[in-house]
Protein backbone atom coordinates (compact mmCIF):
# COMPACT_ATOMS: atom_id res chain seq x y z
CA UNK A 1 0.00 0.00 0.00
CA UNK A 2 2.42 2.22 1.07
CA UNK A 3 4.64 1.48 -2.36
CA UNK A 4 1.31 2.70 -4.38
CA UNK A 5 1.21 6.03 -2.35
CA UNK A 6 5.05 6.57 -2.67
CA UNK A 7 4.87 5.82 -6.47
CA UNK A 8 1.47 8.24 -6.80
CA UNK A 9 3.38 10.59 -5.06
CA UNK A 10 6.51 10.82 -7.09
CA UNK A 11 4.63 10.92 -10.29
CA UNK A 12 2.25 14.05 -8.96
CA UNK A 13 5.76 15.27 -7.97
CA UNK A 14 7.39 14.83 -11.46
CA UNK A 15 4.29 16.52 -12.86
CA UNK A 16 4.41 19.37 -10.60
CA UNK A 17 8.47 19.84 -11.67
CA UNK A 18 7.54 19.40 -15.71
CA UNK A 19 4.70 22.05 -15.15
CA UNK A 20 6.65 24.30 -13.39
CA UNK A 21 9.72 24.33 -16.00
CA UNK A 22 7.67 25.02 -18.64
CA UNK A 23 6.21 28.01 -17.03
CA UNK A 24 9.65 28.78 -15.53
CA UNK A 25 10.88 28.41 -18.81
CA UNK A 26 8.52 31.44 -20.22
CA UNK A 27 9.54 33.20 -17.36
CA UNK A 28 13.11 33.35 -18.52
CA UNK A 29 12.85 33.80 -21.68
CA UNK A 30 10.68 37.04 -21.06
CA UNK A 31 13.83 37.88 -18.77
CA UNK A 32 16.26 37.37 -21.25
CA UNK A 33 14.37 39.18 -24.07
CA UNK A 34 14.07 42.56 -21.97
CA UNK A 35 17.52 42.40 -20.41
CA UNK A 36 18.83 42.03 -24.02
CA UNK A 37 17.26 44.99 -25.64
CA UNK A 38 18.36 46.75 -22.57
CA UNK A 39 22.10 45.55 -22.86
CA UNK A 40 22.29 45.85 -26.68
CA UNK A 41 22.57 49.86 -26.10
CA UNK A 42 25.59 49.13 -23.69
CA UNK A 43 26.84 47.00 -26.34
CA UNK A 44 27.05 49.45 -29.31
CA UNK A 45 30.28 50.89 -28.60
CA UNK A 46 31.47 46.95 -29.59
CA UNK A 47 30.72 47.98 -33.72
CA UNK A 48 33.47 50.61 -33.52
CA UNK A 49 35.79 49.28 -30.86
CA UNK A 50 38.88 46.05 -31.65
CA UNK A 51 40.22 43.86 -29.81
CA UNK A 52 41.40 43.89 -27.01
CA UNK A 53 39.74 46.87 -26.05
CA UNK A 54 36.40 45.19 -27.56
CA UNK A 55 36.96 42.41 -25.39
CA UNK A 56 37.30 44.43 -22.18
CA UNK A 57 34.14 46.39 -22.83
CA UNK A 58 32.27 43.11 -23.82
CA UNK A 59 33.43 41.52 -20.68
CA UNK A 60 32.48 44.39 -18.79
CA UNK A 61 28.81 44.77 -20.04
CA UNK A 62 28.12 41.08 -20.28
CA UNK A 63 28.95 40.55 -16.71
CA UNK A 64 26.37 43.17 -15.54
CA UNK A 65 23.73 42.10 -17.46
CA UNK A 66 24.16 38.50 -16.77
CA UNK A 67 24.66 39.30 -12.47
CA UNK A 68 20.86 41.16 -13.34
CA UNK A 69 19.38 38.17 -14.96
CA UNK A 70 20.58 34.95 -13.41
CA UNK A 71 19.53 36.92 -9.97
CA UNK A 72 15.68 37.36 -12.00
CA UNK A 73 15.45 33.48 -13.01
CA UNK A 74 16.57 32.25 -9.33
CA UNK A 75 20.32 31.29 -10.43
CA UNK A 76 22.88 33.16 -8.36
CA UNK A 77 26.31 32.26 -9.08
CA UNK A 78 29.58 31.49 -7.03
CA UNK A 79 32.79 31.70 -8.36
CA UNK A 80 35.92 29.83 -6.97
CA UNK A 81 39.51 29.71 -8.08
CA UNK A 82 40.08 33.49 -9.37
CA UNK A 83 43.91 33.21 -7.68
CA UNK A 84 44.74 30.78 -10.32
CA UNK A 85 44.76 33.43 -12.89
CA UNK A 86 47.88 34.84 -12.69
CA UNK A 87 49.43 38.07 -13.81
CA UNK A 88 52.07 38.26 -16.59
CA UNK A 89 50.86 35.12 -18.73
CA UNK A 90 46.80 34.45 -20.11
CA UNK A 91 45.32 31.26 -20.62
CA UNK A 92 43.93 28.60 -22.52
CA UNK A 93 40.68 28.25 -20.15
CA UNK A 94 38.85 24.80 -20.54
CA UNK A 95 34.82 24.70 -19.36
CA UNK A 96 33.13 21.34 -19.25
CA UNK A 97 29.86 21.59 -21.42
CA UNK A 98 26.24 20.50 -20.09
CA UNK A 99 23.67 23.34 -21.05
CA UNK A 100 23.01 26.03 -22.93
CA UNK A 101 23.96 27.83 -19.84
CA UNK A 102 27.31 27.43 -20.23
CA UNK A 103 28.70 29.98 -22.18
CA UNK A 104 26.17 33.11 -20.79
CA UNK A 105 27.69 32.24 -17.45
CA UNK A 106 31.35 31.31 -18.46
CA UNK A 107 32.66 33.79 -20.31
CA UNK A 108 31.23 37.30 -18.36
CA UNK A 109 32.60 35.90 -15.28
CA UNK A 110 36.29 34.98 -15.95
CA UNK A 111 38.47 37.47 -13.65
CA UNK A 112 39.82 38.75 -17.81
CA UNK A 113 38.65 40.21 -21.25
CA UNK A 114 38.67 37.19 -23.18
CA UNK A 115 37.25 35.13 -26.38
CA UNK A 116 35.35 31.76 -26.71
CA UNK A 117 35.07 29.69 -29.86
CA UNK A 118 31.39 29.86 -31.07
CA UNK A 119 29.50 28.33 -34.13
CA UNK A 120 29.11 31.09 -36.57
CA UNK A 121 25.04 29.66 -36.83
CA UNK A 122 24.37 31.52 -33.60
CA UNK A 123 24.91 34.79 -35.38
CA UNK A 124 22.08 34.82 -37.00
CA UNK A 125 19.88 34.73 -34.48
CA UNK A 126 18.48 38.59 -34.40
CA UNK A 127 20.19 40.82 -31.93
CA UNK A 128 21.19 38.59 -29.88
CA UNK A 129 23.71 37.23 -32.59
CA UNK A 130 25.46 40.55 -32.29
CA UNK A 131 26.33 40.29 -28.81
CA UNK A 132 27.33 36.64 -29.63
CA UNK A 133 29.59 37.61 -32.18
CA UNK A 134 31.30 40.06 -30.29
CA UNK A 135 32.68 38.20 -27.83
CA UNK A 136 33.54 35.30 -29.76
CA UNK A 137 36.15 33.30 -32.26
CA UNK A 138 33.31 32.42 -34.96
CA UNK A 139 33.64 28.84 -37.11
CA UNK A 140 31.85 26.93 -38.72
CA UNK A 141 32.16 23.40 -38.11
CA UNK A 142 31.73 22.06 -41.80
CA UNK A 143 34.16 24.21 -43.64
CA UNK A 144 37.29 23.24 -43.41
CA UNK A 145 38.78 27.06 -44.47
CA UNK A 146 37.10 28.40 -41.16
CA UNK A 147 38.46 26.14 -39.19
CA UNK A 148 41.99 27.06 -40.66
CA UNK A 149 40.57 30.61 -40.22
CA UNK A 150 39.15 30.48 -36.05
CA UNK A 151 42.46 28.16 -35.36
CA UNK A 152 44.48 31.47 -36.53
CA UNK A 153 42.62 33.79 -35.36
CA UNK A 154 42.80 32.03 -31.55
CA UNK A 155 46.00 32.12 -31.82
CA UNK A 156 45.93 36.16 -32.37
CA UNK A 157 43.94 36.37 -29.61
CA UNK A 158 46.27 34.88 -27.00
CA UNK A 159 48.93 36.89 -29.03
CA UNK A 160 47.55 40.53 -28.11
CA UNK A 161 46.58 39.12 -23.98
CA UNK A 162 43.41 37.79 -24.11
CA UNK A 163 42.38 34.69 -22.73
CA UNK A 164 40.75 31.98 -24.72
CA UNK A 165 37.70 30.01 -23.56
CA UNK A 166 36.86 26.23 -25.05
CA UNK A 167 34.81 23.72 -24.22
CA UNK A 168 37.17 20.51 -25.48
CA UNK A 169 34.11 18.21 -25.41
CA UNK A 170 32.53 20.41 -28.58
CA UNK A 171 28.77 19.67 -27.88
CA UNK A 172 26.93 19.48 -24.91
CA UNK A 173 27.22 16.83 -22.65
CA UNK A 174 24.23 14.51 -22.74
CA UNK A 175 25.28 11.48 -20.78
CA UNK A 176 25.77 10.87 -17.12
CA UNK A 177 29.18 11.24 -17.53
CA UNK A 178 31.02 13.99 -15.51
CA UNK A 179 32.50 14.74 -18.78
CA UNK A 180 32.67 13.51 -22.80
CA UNK A 181 35.46 12.61 -24.34
CA UNK A 182 37.89 15.81 -25.76
CA UNK A 183 38.87 16.73 -28.99
CA UNK A 184 41.91 18.11 -29.79
CA UNK A 185 42.06 21.53 -30.38
CA UNK A 186 42.58 23.61 -27.13
CA UNK A 187 45.49 21.57 -26.52
CA UNK A 188 46.86 21.64 -29.85
CA UNK A 189 46.81 25.06 -29.15
CA UNK A 190 48.38 25.12 -25.68
CA UNK A 191 51.43 23.21 -27.26
CA UNK A 192 51.98 25.81 -30.49
CA UNK A 193 51.33 28.66 -28.08
CA UNK A 194 53.23 27.67 -24.99
CA UNK A 195 50.24 29.24 -23.35
CA UNK A 196 48.94 27.24 -20.24
CA UNK A 197 45.81 25.28 -19.44
CA UNK A 198 43.57 26.58 -16.98
CA UNK A 199 40.72 24.04 -15.95
CA UNK A 200 37.11 25.44 -15.21
CA UNK A 201 34.44 23.31 -13.99
CA UNK A 202 30.45 24.32 -14.27
CA UNK A 203 28.61 22.75 -11.88
CA UNK A 204 24.59 22.62 -11.95
CA UNK A 205 24.16 24.45 -15.44
CA UNK A 206 22.51 21.16 -16.44
CA UNK A 207 19.80 21.25 -13.60
CA UNK A 208 18.72 24.79 -15.14
CA UNK A 209 18.70 23.98 -18.87
CA UNK A 210 19.19 20.29 -19.12
CA UNK A 211 19.96 19.33 -22.61
CA UNK A 212 17.57 16.54 -23.17
CA UNK A 213 14.35 18.32 -22.00
CA UNK A 214 12.98 21.13 -24.59
CA UNK A 215 12.04 24.37 -23.41
CA UNK A 216 12.66 23.96 -19.71
CA UNK A 217 13.92 25.87 -17.07
CA UNK A 218 14.49 25.12 -12.82
CA UNK A 219 15.95 27.59 -10.72
CA UNK A 220 19.05 26.48 -9.22
CA UNK A 221 22.59 27.86 -7.86
CA UNK A 222 25.16 27.77 -9.96
CA UNK A 223 29.04 27.52 -9.78
CA UNK A 224 32.31 27.67 -11.61
CA UNK A 225 35.27 26.62 -10.03
CA UNK A 226 38.83 26.94 -11.62
CA UNK A 227 41.88 25.12 -10.94
CA UNK A 228 45.50 25.59 -11.07
CA UNK A 229 47.23 25.76 -14.36
CA UNK A 230 48.80 23.13 -16.36
CA UNK A 231 51.86 23.91 -18.91
CA UNK A 232 52.29 22.19 -21.63
CA UNK A 233 56.00 22.63 -21.57
CA UNK A 234 57.53 18.52 -21.87
CA UNK A 235 54.01 17.11 -23.00
CA UNK A 236 52.48 16.55 -26.38
CA UNK A 237 48.99 17.48 -27.32
CA UNK A 238 47.51 13.77 -26.42
CA UNK A 239 49.41 14.10 -22.81
CA UNK A 240 48.37 17.24 -21.91
CA UNK A 241 44.64 16.39 -23.40
CA UNK A 242 44.33 13.39 -20.76
CA UNK A 243 46.15 15.17 -18.42
CA UNK A 244 43.39 17.66 -18.50
CA UNK A 245 40.29 15.48 -18.62
CA UNK A 246 41.87 13.69 -15.50
CA UNK A 247 41.88 16.65 -13.67
CA UNK A 248 38.77 17.68 -14.31
CA UNK A 249 37.10 14.27 -14.06
CA UNK A 250 38.59 13.63 -10.78
CA UNK A 251 37.28 17.09 -9.16
CA UNK A 252 33.77 17.04 -10.36
CA UNK A 253 33.21 14.16 -8.78
CA UNK A 254 34.84 15.02 -5.78
CA UNK A 255 32.65 18.68 -5.82
CA UNK A 256 29.39 17.80 -7.58
CA UNK A 257 27.37 16.78 -4.52
CA UNK A 258 28.51 19.87 -2.69
Excluded at 2 to 19: C, H, M, P, R, Y
Excluded at 155 to 160: G, V, Y
Aim: hydrophobic share 40%; net charge positive; aromatic share 14%.
Amino acid sequence: MNSKADGIQKKSTNLFIEVFGRIWAIWGLLCFISTLFIAILFYSPCFFLNDPAKARWHRKVSRVWMIIYLNLIGCPLKVKGKENFQEGTNYIVVCNHNSLMDVPVSTPFMPRANKTIAKKTFTKVPIFGWVYGFGSVLVDRNSDESRRKSYDEMKRMLAIGLDMVIYPEGTRNRTTDPLKKFYDGAFRLSEDTGKPILPAILFHTKKVLPANKFFFMIPHRLEMHFLPPVSPDNLTTKELKEKIFQIMWDYYLAHDHQ
